[in-house]
Each structure stands twice: as C-alpha cells, then as structure tokens.
C-alpha cells in the first residue's frame, strides 16, 4: 500500500517533468532551429509555423483533458450513505476489505482514493484518480493527445538531431542504431551533454507515445464492448446493447466538440441524470 501511495505521488510529479522538458525543448531549440535553417524559404518558415501551432494544439489538449480527469473525479457513493466520518474523512479500511455497499454491482471502493465510485474503471497513477464513468472521456482524449504530442516532439527531435549531427534517416535501422553509436560519442568527447539528452528524450517519446497509443486503443475497444477494465479484471460479462449506445454513454452527443478542444462531457447520461 505504501508503494501504492508513493507511486500515486511520483507519477504525476514524473509527468509534469516530462511535460515541462517537452515544452522547453520544443518552444526554445526545436522550433527556433527551424527558422535559422540557412536553406528555410518562406514555404519552410510556414512550415515551422505550422508546426509550432500543432504542437500547442496538441499539448493543450493533453494538459486540458488531464486537468478535466483530476477536475471530474468520479462522485464518493459512501458519502450519502454514511460510510465517510463526521470529519468527512473515509476509515481507513483495513487491507483487503472494503465497506458493505461495495459489492454493489458496478461499483468498486479504491484504497487509495478512499471512496466508492460507479463503473469504476480503473485508477490512475499519473493523474492519482480514479477513472469512472464521468471522467472517461477526458481521460481517452488525455491518452490520444499525448501519445500525439509525443510523436510530435519525436519527428520533430529527429529533425533537430539531424541537421545537427548532420546524419540521415531514411533507413529505419539509423534510429536503432543512434543510441550505442551517440553513447560511445558522448564518452569519448564528441557528443555534447545537451545533443545526448535530446537523444535520450527521443527514446522516452517513443515510449511514452506508443504506451498511450496502446492504451488508448485497448480502451476505446472496452468502451465499444460497454466494459471497463475492473469488468474485465472480475470476469463480468459485457453489457449486450448497441455498440453506438456505449460510445455515446461516454462520449456524449458533442462527441465532436470534445475531441477537438478539452471541455466537459455535457451531453453524456451522467450529466443528463445530474440536471434533471
Ligand atoms: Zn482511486
């Protein structure tokens, strides 16, 4: 459990640094060394800018979901019934056991969110929340744009590292090759310290970005299913209804409106019940 809470504290701070890095690196020394390319022509100055705005489109979405995931935390069902203290605080339970109402279908008790949430789906160590049913949809936007946003800085790092190492790749194998060849560089001298760290940075994009491709993919099959991850992890069946009608439980009617800027699911059921 500790190593559970510690994780829940590491992980976002690991974020943010990534986050922070990707920023620096992009707006002061990818960017700018598009335009003081001595080739640029006015087309590639465009494209540079073109470039800049895609990358604050990404990371804004990324940054704006995932604040919308913390924002939207699943509502505490033990709340209303009484299983929170008078100082509004959870007992701790003890390990392995939950409150009474838990076995309430749909419903899980998270330990380290002290609280009961509805189509709990799983918790997330980089946003240190649970993600249910009303933050579902911030939270696949949050996984689609930066898995964007880190290919983005991951084309755009090769760029970098190719005018400035003056090396080509076109064959695919240059990529594989880059890390051995740019550490036995770097310790004999010919590297420097901040062309290696944008070569390490280029490794972690990779795998930051394929990481929530993957996850992103792998939900959205669940969210089609009518699934989530705890379902699937206690054996419950898929809910047999429309696939249409799942996806639009989660995404809502402005399904549009929401993969192109980070706001709230209005239209979702959720939502709706909330209103009336
Ligand atoms: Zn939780």
Redesign the pocket.
């Known amino acids: 459990m500790l190593v559970l809470r510690f994780l829940n504290v590491v992980a976002p701070a690991y974020f943010l640094c990534i986050s922070c890095v990707t920023f620096v690196l992009q707006l002061f020394l990818f960017i700018p060394s598009m335009f003081k390319d001595p080739s640029a022509t006015p087309l590639f100055c465009s494209s540079a800018l073109l470039h800049g705005a895609l990358f604050l489109f990404l990371s804004a979405n990324a940054l704006g979901n995932y604040i919308l995931v913390i924002q939207n935390t699943p509502e505490d069902l033990s709340k209303g019934l009484n299983w929170v203290g008078a100082d509004g605080v959870a007992p701790d339970w003890p390990d392995g056991s939950c409150p009474p109402g838990s076995a309430l279908p749909n419903t899980h008790f ?4 002290a ?1 009961v ?1 509805q189509r709990h789906d799983h ?2 160590f980089f946003t240190g ?2 993600i249910g049913s009303r933050n579902m949809r911030n939270f696949v936007m949050f996984c689609l744009y930066t898995a964007l946003a880190c290919l983005d800085s991951l084309v755009a790092g090769l760029a970098y590292i190719s005018t400035v190492l003056s090396t080509s790749f076109a064959n695919p194998l240059a990529f594989l090759t880059l890390l051995p060849q740019s550490i036995s560089q770097f310790f004999s001298g010919a590297l420097l310290s901040s062309e290696m760290f944008v070569i390490l940075m280029l490794y972690l994009w990779l795998g930051i970005g394929l990481a929530c491709a993957g996850f992103c993919c792998h939900q959205m099959l669940l969210i089609l299913r009518g699934q989530t991850r705890y379902q699937v992890r206690k054996g419950v069946a898929a809910r047999a209804r429309p696939w249409k009608k799942n996806l639009e439980e989660v995404f809502g009617k402005r399904w549009l409106l929401g993969l192109l800027i980070p706001v709230l699911n209005v239209g979702s059921d959720y939502h709706r019940q909330k209103e009336q």
């Open positions: 998270c330990r380290l969110c609280r949430t918790h997330c929340n649970c």
